[in-house]
């Protein structure tokens, strides 16, 4: 079965400043999709970024980038200028890129608070 | 953009009765899920349906039970309430590959379940 560590609970970072979010996991499969959720105060589920796995180049999204090492089984987010509504929690997830499994299996999360 | 619409948002119910959440999906996509997140916890896959048809199951009671309509809305339906069942429940929907989309699961603003 898949797994997905988010090792830290929470990080702090500064408004305009660069924030980066760890996110390991372990899996057997070859091919599968990796992505970050941001979930405000509201409790809205919110795709932040996507990335499949047999593609090397790491997925951006204006101020949100990751970086992708597969041999590692690592996905890092990196927030860019941060801004106080970056403040929420933030769920790694995986999914198998089987269409016969195809739910995602999430992170513990990680909450990320923005100091003005 | 049209999105993943849940009803009713909010619901209280006693011990031992019985709970019907909604979900419509984004026009379109072919495969709804469903999570549950309990109070500070990660969501977790209960059960997913792919062109009315169970596809995946996950950690669902044998309390609940679900089903994907002619129209693709789906019904996630929870008898012998518990304490326990109190919870956030998510929808997500997603158009497969093979149907032209990228299998990405877009979430709904989640029903509130308060089981007293």
């Known amino acids: 079965a898949q797994t997905v560590t988010q090792s830290q609970p929470e990080m702090s970072v500064q408004e305009a400043e660069t924030v980066t979010l760890s996110c390991t996991y372990d899996?057997?499969?070859?091919?599968?999709?990796l992505f970050w959720y941001k979930q405000p105060p509201s409790r809205q589920m919110i795709l932040v970024i996507r990335q499949e796995a047999y593609k090397q180049q790491n997925a951006t999204e204006n101020r949100f980038s990751v970086n992708f090492q597969k041999a590692a089984k690592s996905f890092s987010l990196k927030i860019s200028d941060s801004q106080l509504g970056d403040a929420a929690m933030y769920f790694c997830?995986?999914?198998?890129?089987?269409?016969?499994?195809?739910?995602?299996?999430f992170g513990k999360g990680i909450t990320l608070s923005v100091r003005p | 953009a049209a999105g993943v619409i849940q009803s009713p948002r909010h619901l209280i119910k006693e011990k031992r009765e019985t709970a019907t959440l909604k979900c419509y999906p984004i026009p379109r996509h072919d495969t709804v899920y469903w999570y549950q997140q309990g109070p500070g916890q990660d969501p977790q896959f209960l059960i997913s349906f792919y062109e009315k048809m169970q596809s995946d199951k996950g950690s669902i009671p044998d309390r609940f039970s679900a089903q994907q309509f002619s129209d693709y809305h789906s019904e996630l339906n929870m008898s012998s309430l518990e304490l326990g069942d109190s919870a956030l429940y998510f929808c997500?929907?997603?158009?497969?590959?093979?149907?032209?989309?990228?299998?990405?699961?877009?979430f709904g603003p989640g029903t509130r379940l308060t089981v007293l």
């Open positions: 997830a995986y999914r198998s890129a089987s269409g016969a499994n195809s739910k995602l299996t």
């Open positions: 899996t057997s499969e070859s091919d599968y999709y």
């Open positions: 997500a929907s997603s158009l497969r590959v093979g149907g032209g989309g990228t299998d990405t699961q877009y």
